[in-house]
């Protein structure tokens, strides 16, 4: 699809919550992740699209798959790339070049519930997340790119769920074994 159609295509989604804005709260399609073996496990989308994650060999893994770690930060990338392309295409800005790299440290200390020196537990997830852009676009200045970028990550969805504390419901739900 070209970045006009793109344009075009936001243009009448734009417009029409302009009319009804009920119409754009949705439940999200939810993930389903399923144990397979060792430390392997299949992520489902309602479509029946199927994502294999895995740990490293250190880990206990093949080390052949992708960890659940390196998705989060692929689903950060990926979102922040779409939201720039959508907000270049709406403003008519001809895109011409665009990477996103998004890099994390964590310590695997955290995924293993181990206490640090202090004796607290160590925190499992990333202590800091960097999102890299870069990106080009004919006729556009370095200070327009820059604008833009900031503006539209600014209600990009994953990059805005790493950034701000959403709420998060835990539900446990204890199964019959032989499932």
Not at 14 to 22: D, H, Q, S, V, Y
Not at 47 to 61: A, H, K, R
Not at 80 to 86: D, E, N, Q, R
Not at 141 to 160: N, R
């Amino acid at each position: 699809m070209s970045l006009q159609a793109i344009a075009a295509a936001v243009a009448r989604v734009k417009a029409a919550f302009t009319r009804r804005p009920e119409a754009g709260v949705h439940d999200d399609g939810p993930a389903t992740a399923r144990w397979v073996s060792a430390s392997r496990v299949v992520v489902r989308n309602p479509d029946g699209l199927e994502v294999i994650t895995d740990m490293p060999v250190e880990l206990g893994g093949s080390g052949g798959q992708f960890t659940p770690g390196w998705l989060m930060r692929a689903g950060m990338a990926s979102c922040a790339a779409t939201s720039i392309t959508l907000a270049c295409a709406s403003q008519g800005v001809a895109l011409t070049a665009l990477q996103v790299d998004v890099a994390s440290r964590s310590d695997a200390r955290g995924l293993l519930g181990m206490a640090g020196a202090d004796g607290a537990t160590v925190y499992a997830g990333p202590f800091d997340v960097v999102l890299r852009v870069s990106l080009s676009a004919a006729g556009a200045t370095p200070e327009d790119l820059q604008a833009l970028v900031q503006k539209c990550l600014g209600h990009s969805p994953v990059p805005c769920a790493m950034a701000t504390a959403t709420p998060f419901d835990l539900q446990v739900r204890i199964m019959d074994a032989a499932l």
